[in-house]
Each structure stands twice: as structure tokens, then as C-alpha cells.
């Protein structure tokens, strides 16, 4: 018997025990395999690291950068003097004051959004006609910088929390509209037919059918809309020139060269941003869960 023989068949019988190790060890994996909550709070401690670890870099090169950089305090402030700020404005009720009237405009232009916006894109996704006739006034209208819309609805309006909350729905308006037909001309039209035959039409069309298969778009829609009624809503305080709202805070700030004030402000936009975003996917749980 050759050496080369020999060692062919000394390398398959290893491959054959190595084989049935495998089969041996994936047959005593379930035993030794961790219980479902320990593999679950494996992946929400993962998760935890994985969200906070860029948050935590940031934070350190900041405080390397103000600390032993040298930067000047006017140009980025340190961490220890906006967490000051920030605790000076939320002790003093400053914060709470200024967030509840950014929530309200923004809130309240989303909501006129979404009465305006869902029948609307509905309606455009129905007809071609009043497609036709409306689309390119809403793209002129989305081309506008709202900066530019804000002045004029301040003349029409008057100061206060009237123009911003105008100024917010017509900030989220357009991408409202725009996702709201998609969802509507994406639905396979194979299952409008089948459904028509069954009798469908109209509302249980619509509340049945229709609805449902475009939810994902929809709910897309919203949850973008809601998240930036944010920006409206700053960009109107920005224009008003008023002392209400977290725009105005921002802008005080600037004006008095008030740095850890402004980037305090910021951490609270931040945060108010989050728990928005956090809401809407709630909503979409909801309507997963009802659907």
C-alpha cells in the first residue's frame, strides 16, 4: 500500500469522526441551548449597547475636544456648562413653558395635515383628472422654502401661533399627499377586481380593502409627517420673531451669543424628536396588532 493511499484513508476516517462529533454535538445542543429569555436579553442588552455606544463616543471626543483641545467656549461649549444650562431651564420651568407651545403648533399643524392630506391623496390616486389639475400646484408649493411662505402667512395671519401652525401643515402636507398615493395605486388591482365581484364598494371598499393594503404607505406617511412638523414649527418661531417655542429660545441664544443655552435647546429638540418618532411607532404597532 502506498504512503499516499494511506494517508487518504487516514484523512477520511478523520473526516467521518469529525462528522459524527458534529451530529453528536447539534444533538446535545437543544440541552445546552440558553432558555428564550436569556437569548432575548442577550439582544435588547445588544441593542442597548449598540444605541448608546456612538451617543457615548460623541460625548467623550466633546469633552476631550473643550477640555484639552482648547476649542473656544463660544464656538462649542463644555459638556459640564450646557448640562448647567440645561438644568437651569428645565429647574425653572423655561423648557417645560417653551416645549408645550412647540408641541401644540406642531401637533396641531400634523393634525390639519392628515385631515387635509389622506383625502386628498385619496382622491388624487382615484382620478387622473383632478391628478392632473392638482399635482403641479402641490410640487410648486413643496419647491417653496417654507422660510420664504412664513413672512407672507405672518401678514395674512398676524403674529402668534396661528401662521406656524398653518406653516406646519403645509411643511408635512406634501409628502403626506405623495405617500398617501402611492399606497392607494400600488394595491394590486387583481384583488380590487376579486373584491368588487364580492360585492364590495365605496366605504367597506375603502375601510375593507383599500385601506389595509396601502397601510404600510400610509402609515409611512405619517410617521414622516409627524416627525417633521418639528421643523415647521421651528421655522415659523424663527420668522414670528415671538418668545414662545423652542425656535425662540434657540434664537435667544444666538442673539446673546448664549452658547450652552443654544445647545441645550438643541438636547431638548433632540429628545422631543425622539419621543415623537417613538410615538408613531407605537401607532404602527397598534395598526398591525388591529389589522
Known amino acids: 500500500m502506498s504512503v499516499t493511499t494511506s494517508n487518504s484513508r487516514y484523512a477520511l476516517s478523520r473526516a467521518r469522526q469529525y462528522a459524527a462529533e458534529l451530529d453528536l454535538n447539534s444533538e446535545q445542543a437543544p440541552a445546552q441551548r440558553a432558555p428564550a429569555s436569556i437569548v432575548k436579553a442577550r439582544r435588547h442588552l445588544l441593542a442597548l449597547l ?72 385619496y382622491a388624487l390616486a382615484k382620478s387622473r383628472l383632478l391628478a392632473t389639475a392638482i399635482q403641479p400646484y402641490l410640487s410648486a ?89 418639528i421643523t415647521g414649527a421651528l421655522v415659523g418661531e424663527f420668522v414670528s420673531g415671538g418668545d414662545q417655542g423652542l425656535g425662540s429660545l434657540a434664537m435667544v441664544g444666538l442673539h446673546q451669543y448664549n452658547t450652552p443655552l443654544l445647545f441645550a435647546t438643541l438636547i431638548v429638540l433632540a429628545v422631543l424628536a425622539t419621543i415623537y418618532y417613538s410615538s408613531t411607532w407605537l401607532l404602527v404597532k397598534w395598526a398591525q396588532a388591529a389589522y
Open 141 to 229: 408649493g413643496q419647491a417653496i422654502p417654507a422660510i420664504v411662505i412664513a413672512p407672507v402667512l405672518i401678514i395674512w395671519l398676524g403674529y402668534g401661533q396661528m401662521p406656524t401652525l398653518f406653516l406646519c401643515m403645509l411643511v408635512v402636507l406634501f409628502p403626506m399627499v405623495i405617500n398617501t398615493v402611492l399606497g392607494i395605486e400600488t394595491i394590486d388591482r387583481t384583488l380590487i377586481d376579486a373584491a368588487r365581484v364580492e360585492g364590495a364598494s365605496g366605504w367597506s371598499m375603502l375601510a375593507h380593502i383599500e385601506f389595509p393594503l396601502a397601510q404600510p404607505a400610509i402609515l409611512a406617511a405619517i410617521r414622516t409627517g409627524f416627525t417633521l412638523s
Open 50 to 121: 449598540l444605541a448608546t455606544a456612538p451617543g457615548l463616543l460623541l460625548l467623550a471626543i466633546w469633552y476631550s475636544g473643550t477640555t484639552f483641545g482648547h476649542i473656544n467656549a463660544l464656538l462649542l461649549p463644555a459638556p459640564a456648562d450646557v448640562f448647567t444650562a440645561l438644568s437651569n431651564g428645565i429647574g425653572s420651568g423655561m423648557y417645560l413653558s417653551n416645549t408645550l407651545v412647540t408641541v401644540q403648533e406642531s401637533v396641531g399643524g400634523f393634525l390639519l395635515a392628515v385631515i387635509i392630506a389622506l383625502p386628498l391623496g
